[in-house]
Nanobody, 119 residues
């Protein structure tokens, strides 16, 4: 079983930066997709950034050039560096891991961390 815990959210002024962290406990296979999603009340959860094993990062158009997804050398921690933040980036951010285990892809979510960007 994999458990994910986010940290690093908070309140920041427009133009500022935050770095979110996602710490995973449990075993994650070497074939995986790590990602960050966000959700605002009344809207669907949307993909912000994701990276698959051996692949290039994929970003939502709204965050390209401002956000960067990365991981530590081990598979147990990954990050979302958010620069030039805008009020429209305000949301609850969730980390997500999908990994291949015996031909299936179980998926796990963190509990979410609030990011609020003031104008």
């Amino acid at each position: 079983q994999v458990q994910l815990v986010e940290s690093g959210g908070g309140l920041v002024q427009a133009g500022g930066s935050l770095r979110l962290s996602c710490a995973a406990s449990g075993s994650i296979s070497s074939t995986n997709i790590m990602g960050w999603y966000r959700q605002v009340p009344g809207k669907q959860r949307e993909l912000v950034a994701a990276i698959a094993t051996g692949g290039r990062p994929n970003y939502a158009d709204s965050v390209k050039g401002r956000f960067t997804i990365s991981s530590a050398n081990a598979r147990n921690t990954f990050y979302l560096q958010m620069n030039s933040l805008k009020p429209e980036d305000t949301a609850v951010y969730y980390c997500n891991v999908k990994h291949r285990v015996s031909g299936i892809w179980p998926e796990y979510w963190g509990q979410g961390t609030q990011v609020t960007v003031s104008s």
